[in-house]
């Protein structure tokens, strides 16, 4: 539902209510540790956070070295910074990974698809890497997907 309601929100006003991203994380977060060991959980939280702070420092460096643009909410939106951690805290590593480059793939094809139609200036990332997000829980249900969970 806090995923729906963000989704909802970046697609239509490229704004969504801050406390949103907390109420993802912290819901993400109770439903890794549930599904694992205190250690484990901690560990992947770890993991996660600096594979996100390491692909947005290599961001950042892009668009201040290269591009000379300002980096935040220029050329990447802060509610994209606090959704990418606050899925860090939802998922084993290996996990993450698949479901990160996934969903940043599926941002950038539903962006090229959306732009043919309606010419946008901004992609809504946090509102896509949200819906698929969403798709990806909703296939979980499905009774021949392996867990998310599975070490």
């Known amino acids: 539902m806090a995923c729906g309601a963000m989704v909802f929100q970046d697609l239509k006003d490229r704004e969504v209510t801050w406390f949103i991203f907390p109420l993802i994380g912290l819901l993400l977060a109770m439903i890794h540790f549930y599904r694992s060991t205190i250690s484990i959980f901690l560990i992947s939280v770890l993991g996660n956070f600096v594979l996100v702070s390491c692909v947005l420092l290599i961001l950042w460096t892009t668009t201040r070295l290269v591009f000379r ?82 070490y």
Do not use: Q, R
């Not at 043919?116 to 249900?141: D, N, R, S």
């Open 69 to 150: 643009k300002k980096f935040l909410d220029v050329s990447f939106g802060t509610g994209d910074l606090f959704f990418m951690y606050a899925m860090a805290l939802g998922f084993p590593t290996l996990t993450f990974i698949y479901v990160f480059v996934g969903s940043v793939c599926f941002a950038l094809a539903a962006f090229l698809t959306m732009n043919l139609f309606h010419k946008m200036e901004t992609v809504p990332l946090a509102g896509y890497m949200g819906m698929f997000l969403i798709v990806v829980f909703l296939l979980t249900y499905w009774p021949t997907t392996p867990s998310l969970y599975t």
